[in-house]
Structures are given as structure tokens and as C-alpha cells.
């Protein structure tokens, strides 16, 4: 495919996929103000994506029961939407998304043990990178040790290793059609987010879902087809544009994140977190320039998480 003649259209799906991306936050925080916990928003919105999915492809619940390794990518999905979901409600929006932008460490990690490739030194240079930049955001001048200060932290970590998980199989698994990978990502989003929202409401942690309104339940509903809206936009993208063009345009979303985040809550970043947070994006990008794979290649990663 020429430089000069990628698809307007794929362009702009894409572009749609990362803005739901990194604006996601903002519906979730209006509907925890109206009761409705973001782990609760969530597995609603997977549960009404993936009662669409079932009405449309009914047959892409055959390729999920015939195939039980699938229900890995269920459980992948699953914890990198309810940690995504959870951490920027409750912690800072750009920091959680620079820290589950540690892709290309866990990425290599799972490739490694999963698929058995081999790492070059240019992939242990980048994890490299990402790693300092990781440290520096992470860096606690008080103990003088680079941690995780706050739960948004550690579900920006684990979101961002899961969704490297979800990218690696369905690497390994795209011989699975693709409604049926996508029915897998939704229901997983529905399945955990519910579970933890049930453990975690009957500990007396979060509130149980609350009494329905016109407006949280219009919320969700809407929510979710905006979910299911942009994950057909990757699919639509992703499938005809080079997988490195993919990548770098679903970036942007850290930009969509910061601009949002600026805008509705008045978040600002400070110099750590913007030097951290350009060398992990910075690892991301190089990871995304040395790919060669074809158009496609990459239909299931980034933007919306799901």
C-alpha cells in the first residue's frame, strides 16, 4: 500500500477508536456520579455490546464454545476493561494511561513464553526505555523508590499487561473468525467486570447497582454502543491499513486523554510524569515504526480496549 494512499475512511475509524479511547473516562466518572460504580458501567456496557453481537452474529458463540483456549482471551479482556475502566475513575487520567501504555514490556515478555518468538536487541532496547519511563512516572521522592502511589497506579499496570495479553492471543488465535474474537472480548468485559463489582459490592467495598433511572440506564446503553462503534471502527481500520499505521494512530489516544482530562477535570502533568510518560511513548512508537507485518495484522489492539 502506498504511503500516499491510505484509506480516508480506515484513517478515520481509527482515529474515532483512539478518541473513544481516551475520552472513556469521562462517561464513566458521570455515572459514578449518579451511583453506578465504573466496575457496575462497565459490565453493563459489555453485557448490552455483547447482547448486540449475539443478535447480529449468533453464530459467533459456536466458534467460542468450540474452542475453549478462547476463554483465555475472555478472561485478558475482561481485566484490561475493568482495570482501564477502574483506574482512571478513581485516579489521574493521563498518568493511568501512560502506565497501561507499558505494552512493549509485557508484550515481549508474552510473545517470548506464549508464542516462543525470539527477542532481538532493538526490542530489549525499547523495554529498556519504557522501563525508565515507567520508573521516572512511578518515582516517589519521598522514600526515594519508583512505586506505585495509588490504586489507579496498579490497575494502570495490570490493565496495560492484560491488553498486552489480548494482544498476544489473538496473534495466536486469529484463525477464530472475527466476530467470534470480538464476542469474546465483549462478554469478557461483562463477565469480570460483574464479578469483581459482585465480590467487591457484597464485601461492602462499592455499592451495589443502584434502583434504575432514565438517565444512568439511557448512560449505559448509549455507552455501549459508542464501545461497540469504535471497536468496528479498529476492525474496519485495522484490517486495511499496515499494522505500524495502526499503532501509531492509536497513540493519539494519550493525546485525547490529556486534552480531556485538561479540559473537563483541569488535570495538569507535572515534569516527571511528562518526561516518563514520552520515553514509554516514545518505546511504544519505536515498537510500532519496526513492525512489517501486513494490513490487519493488528485488528484487535488499542483504542477502546475491547
Request: hydrophobic share 60%; proline share 5%.
Amino acid at each position: 500500500m502506498s504511503r500516499l494512499a491510505l484509506p480516508p475512511l480506515a484513517l478515520a475509524c481509527l482515529l474515532f477508536n483512539a478518541f473513544v479511547g481516551g475520552v472513556s473516562w469521562w462517561p464513566f466518572r458521570q455515572l459514578n456520579a449518579l451511583g453506578l460504580h465504573s466496575l457496575w458501567a462497565t459490565g453493563l456496557a459489555f453485557l448490552f455490546s455483547t447482547l448486540v453481537i449475539t443478535l447480529w452474529r449468533p453464530r459467533a458463540w459456536l466458534g467460542l464454545l468450540r474452542r475453549p483456549a478462547l476463554w483465555w482471551l475472555v478472561l485478558a479482556s475482561g481485566a484490561t476493561n475493568a482495570a482501564f475502566n477502574w483506574g482512571v475513575m478513581v485516579g489521574e487520567v493521563v498518568r493511568v494511561v501512560l502506565l497501561f501504555y507499558l505494552m512493549p514490556v509485557w508484550s515481549l515478555l508474552l510473545a517470548r513464553v506464549l508464542l516462543r518468538e525470539t527477542v532481538p536487541p532493538a526490542a530489549l532496547a525499547r523495554v529498556g526505555m519504557a522501563l525508565a519511563g515507567a520508573l521516572i512516572v512511578l518515582w516517589q521522592p519521598a522514600i526515594g523508590l519508583p512505586l506505585p502511589g495509588s490504586l489507579a497506579d496498579w490497575l494502570g499496570l495490570v490493565g496495560g499487561a492484560a491488553f498486552a495479553g489480548v494482544n498476544v492471543l489473538v496473534r495466536r488465535y486469529r484463525d477464530s473468525s472475527d466476530d467470534t474474537r470480538a464476542l469474546a472480548m465483549f462478554f469478557g468485559g461483562f463477565v469480570v467486570a460483574t464479578a469483581i463489582a459482585l465480590a467487591m459490592s457484597a464485601a461492602g467495598r462499592i455499592a451495589f447497582v443502584p434502583a434504575p433511572t432514565p438517565l444512568w440506564v439511557s448512560g449505559v446503553a448509549g455507552l455501549a454502543l459508542v464501545l461497540l462503534a469504535a471497536n468496528f471502527g479498529l476492525q474496519y481500520g485495522a484490517a486495511r491499513l499496515p499494522a505500524a499505521v495502526t499503532s501509531i494512530i492509536m497513540l493519539s489516544e494519550v493525546a485525547f486523554a490529556a486534552a480531556s482530562s485538561a479540559w473537563l477535570s483541569g488535570e495538569r502533568l507535572d515534569a516527571r510524569t511528562l518526561i516518563g510518560g514520552a520515553l514509554i511513548l516514545g518505546a511504544t512508537l519505536s515498537a510500532a515504526l519496526s513492525r512489517r507485518t501486513p494490513a490487519g495484522a493488528a485488528a484487535n489492539t488499542g483504542g477502546s480496549h475491547s
